[in-house]
Nanobody, 121 residues
Framework: QVQLVESGGGLVQAGGSLRLSCAASGLIFSDYAMGWFRQAPGKEREFVAAIDWTTYYADSVKGRFTISRDNSKNTVYLQMNSLKPEDTAVYFC?????????????????WGQGTQVTVSS
């Protein structure tokens, strides 16, 4: 059974930083591209970042967020710097159906339960 468990969310002031982690089990982690998505209240779930042998970012987070992975720990990370109130959302990690990273939500097979990130102004 595949499980993705996010952690590291919380409340932070604008301009601050948070580091999200996603621990995966039940899959051959190195075979999967991993992604982070987020969903704000009343909005669609949107792509944030993905990683395979390289990294991909949404324009809204480029230069502020960094995705990385440690295959020895079956964990993917999202370092978020210079946070803005509009970054407030539930953040989800996901494992793609393929090895290549993608921003397309339907290409992700497994999802975590999400972790809340709240940025105050």
């Amino acid at each position: 059974q595949v499980q993705l468990v996010e952690s590291g969310g919380g409340l932070v002031q604008a301009g601050g930083s948070l580091r999200l982690s996603c621990a995966a089990s039940g899959l051959i982690f190195s075979d999967y591209a991993m992604g982070w998505f987020r969903q704000a209240p009343g909005k669609e779930r949107e792509f944030v970042a993905a990683i395979d042998w390289t990294t991909y970012y949404a324009d809204s987070v480029k230069g502020r967020f960094t995705i990385s992975r440690d295959n020895s720990k079956n964990t993917v990370y999202l370092q978020m710097n210079s946070l803005k109130p509009e970054d407030t959302a539930v953040y989800f990690c996901a494992a793609a159906k393929q090895a290549r990273g993608t921003s397309i939500r339907s290409e992700y097979r497994f999802w975590g339960q999400g972790t809340q990130v709240t940025v105050s102004s």
